[in-house]
């Protein structure tokens, strides 16, 4: 079994954050372990609050877990400010992170700000060259890109401009594309665009997808699949999770983690 890492803010509620990526990596075969970057009180409705811990015990975490596995994959979530994008930054390149899953974490669904403005640089210029590859939805990749992703072209268009700032690989996710009646998910690779597609399910339930995705993702990657196969695998799992979302909560109620265990 292969020990996949995530390191993220907590999710009170449970679908989203270090609960939900704990969740994705058990269920597609991964040992599941985390560093906790922030603390948010949530639930299906709102963000009511977050604390960021003292990057002296992010540290600290860091160190634990590399001191003792052999991590075979890493994801990152909410990691909202500079001072903690920098002590992340400089373990991950101190212990030669492999197989970095970047998911540009910068806002709830219901608002809340998870990414600080003046850290989004940091962002750029100290994460994305870690990462093998970086999963922003089309709010994120806008603010990466500095250009309006609003249709299939500009998703393509983003996915060139991030890889610029050095990452291997970006997934611009499709959720909210405007211009095609599926899910349509793009990668680029530096030399050629893939385009993964899944039915567009309409439903509220939605909570922690990026979070599950990119967790999914991660765990694919440690277990040896290549890029390609490991979207593939992610966009069918993400999809399955949302089709089959338990109902819970009276707002964006969280996926189904475990719909394809049996």
Not at 85 to 91: N, P, Q
Not at 105 to 123: C, N, P, Q, W
Not at 226 to 255: C, Q
Request: glycine share 10%.
């Amino acid at each position: 079994m292969k020990a996949i890492l995530t390191i993220a803010g907590s999710d009170s509620g449970g679908g989203a954050g270090i609960q939900g990526d704990i969740k994705a990596i058990s269920a597609n075969g991964g040992y599941a372990m985390s560093v906790i970057t922030a603390i948010t009180a949530q639930n299906t409705v709102a963000v009511t609050d977050a604390f960021d811990l003292p990057t002296s015990i992010i540290r600290a975490q860091l160190d634990a877990v590399y001191d003792d596995f052999e991590v075979a994959a890493v994801k990152t979530g909410m990691l909202s400010s500079v001072e903690i994008i920098e002590t992340v930054a400089a373990a991950l390149e101190r212990y030669g992170a492999r197989n970095l899953v970047v998911d540009p974490v910068m806002i709830s669904k219901s608002g809340y700000a998870l990414l600080r403005d003046d850290a989004i640089d940091a962002v750029k210029t100290r994460l994305l060259p870690l990462a093998r590859v970086v999963t922003p939805n089309a709010h994120e990749a806008e603010l990466l890109a500095g250009i309006t992703v609003r249709t299939l072209d500009d998703a393509r268009e983003a996915a060139r401009r991030i890889r610029e700032y050095g990452c291997e690989a970006v997934v611009v996710k499709g959720g909210h594309l405007e211009d095609t009646r599926e899910s349509v998910d793009v990668l680029f690779d530096g030399e050629t665009f893939r385009e993964f597609r899944a039915e567009r399910i309409d439903t509220p339930h939605t909570h922690g997808t990026g979070c599950a995705y990119s967790a999914a993702l991660a765990t694919f990657l440690g277990r040896g699949d290549d890029l390609p196969t490991a979207v593939e695998k992610a966009k069918a799992y993400i999809t399955g999770a949302i089709r089959h979302a338990p109902g819970l909560g009276r707002g964006h109620g969280p996926t189904h983690h475990f719909w394809n265990v049996r």
